[in-house]
Antibody
């Protein structure tokens, strides 16, 4: 059974940093690209970042470019999101999502980890 | 970037009746070399992560009831729930994965009338 378990969220002051993790199991992690998607309270889904299976290809939403860094450790079956210079508008539930084998849609999602940026 | 829009924002349908959600992309998501539309639909129930319903615009994910169907091509797509059940109350999102950054529609909330 595929499982994605996010952790690392919490309450943080504006301008500070936070590192999110996503532990994957139930599939061959290093075969798949992975994504982070966030959802602000009461709002829709916003794609945040993407990393290819071997970390050669990485991309970010304009809203986080230069502040967030995605990475993965295939030996540990883990995905990460380093978030620096956090802003109030980064407050959201952060999901990690697995890309399907056949295309770029997301076939599995974690339960999410909540990030609140507030003084 | 591709921008996704959905209509309506919300709808209320009687149990057993049809619900129709529309999704439009600002540019075509049809890849001519394989004739596939890079469009997916997700269902999100309160307090839960999104769940994949449909991919390639019309292919139902394994385990998804056949009352859910997707159609359309190019820039215009539709998700249809043929006979609404109580457990279908949720927000539905379309998603283009034709190019990065992938973009989601704003969502359509479906309720029982």
């Amino acid at each position: 059974e595929v499982q994605l378990v996010e952790s690392g969220g919490g309450l943080v002051q504006p301008g500070r940093s936070l590192r999110l993790s996503c532990a994957a199991s139930g599939f061959t992690f290093d075969d798949y690209a992975m994504h982070w998607v966030r959802q602000a309270p009461g709002k829709g889904l916003e794609w945040v970042s993407y990393i290819s299976w071997n970390s050669d290809n990485i991309d970010y939403a304009d809203s986080v470019k230069g502040r967030f860094t995605i990475s993965r450790d295939n030996a540990k079956d883990s995905l990460y999101l380093q978030m620096n210079s956090l802003r109030a508008e980064d407050t959201a539930l952060y999901y990690c999502a697995k890309t399907s084998a056949g295309g770029g849609y997301f076939d599995y999602w974690g339960q999410g980890t909540r990030v609140t940026v507030s003084s | 970037d591709i921008v996704m829009t959905q209509s309506p924002d919300s709808l209320a349908v009687s149990l057993g009746e049809r619900a129709t959600i529309n999704c439009k992309s600002s540019q075509s998501v049809l890849y001519s070399s394989n004739n596939k539309n890079y469009l997916a639909w997700y269902q999100q129930k309160p307090g839960q992560p999104p769940k994949l319903l449909i991919y390639w615009a019309s292919t139902r994910e394994s385990g998804v009831p056949d009352r859910f169907s997707g159609s359309g091509s190019g820039t215009d797509f539709t998700l249809t729930i043929s006979s609404l059940q109580a457990e279908d109350v949720a927000v539905y999102y379309c998603h283009q994965y034709y190019i990065t950054p992938g973009a989601f529609g704003p969502g359509t909330k479906v309720d029982i009338k």
